[in-house]
């Protein structure tokens, strides 16, 4: 056979995604904006979609994929049976929010931390979906919760940085406990150096939003 009749197969090289845990780079990444939507795209919002219900959560970003995309996922019933409460945001910009409301939160890039945090009751987000149609939505409680958490994601902010102090304290132990065990892993090579990390997400970044 001649080469040239071989079918070029383009290889992919999407990363197999995983829950990314504090303190990894990408979760303090300030993500650019998607420029195109297609199909590797669609496969990641998917596997994102899958880590979500695995690991129990009601929203996961990008960023906590190691993904340096503005997009993210949600779910509020947290039920992967409930289909038609799925959402993606693509590019989101939060247009309003309005009222305020102090709520327990939790991360799944920290696990097991819990704290409160004051977030707008209702908000107006603009989004494009995996079809490349921009749409707005209208959300309250818990959806705006949710959508208010994983919009700081892709901003490189985590809820921990919006607890008020005197909660702090109860808290800290826990955050330097995850961040030993990350360095620990670095050490012992389980996981890469901050410059591999941090080099990686730059040739993800390159690769999708044309910077
Ligand atoms: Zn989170």
């Known amino acids: 056979m001649r080469l040239s009749t071989v079918p070029v197969l383009k290889l992919s090289v999407m990363p197999n995604l995983e829950v990314v845990l ?37 929203g996961l970003a990008a960023n906590q994929v190691a993904l340096p995309y503005r997009l993210f996922v949600i779910n509020p019933t947290g039920d992967r049976s409930e289909r038609d409460q799925e ?13 305020s409301e ?19 009751t209702r908000i107006i987000v603009d989004a494009f979906d995996l079809a490349g149609q921009q749409f707005e939505m209208e959300l309250e409680d818990l959806p ?39 360095r620990n892993r670095q ?10 990390l941090k080099a990686s997400l730059l040739a993800l970044q390159k690769a999708r939003t044309g910077g």
């Not at 208010?148 to 921990?160: M, N, P, R, S, W």
Request: hydrophobic share 35%.
């Open 22 to 58: 504090h303190p990894h780079p990408a979760l303090r990444w300030k993500s650019r904006e998607v420029t195109k939507i297609d199909a590797e795209l669609r496969q990641m919002v998917e596997q994102m979609f899958e880590l979500m219900y695995a690991h129990k959560g009601i």
């Open 87 to 99: 959402q993606v945001f693509i590019n989101p910009q939060i247009t309003r929010r309005n009222g």
């Open 102 to 120: 102090e709520d327990e939160e939790g991360c799944l890039s920290l696990p097991e931390i819990f704290g409160p945090v004051t977030r707008a």
């Open 144 to 182: 705006a919760r949710v959508v208010q958490h994983e919009y700081d994601h892709v901003d490189g902010v985590l809820f921990t940085d919006r607890v008020p102090a005197g909660a702090l304290p109860k808290m800290q132990p826990l955050i330097i406990d995850l961040e030993l065990q990350f």
């Open 187 to 196: 050490k012992e090579g389980t996981i890469p150096s901050d410059e591999q």
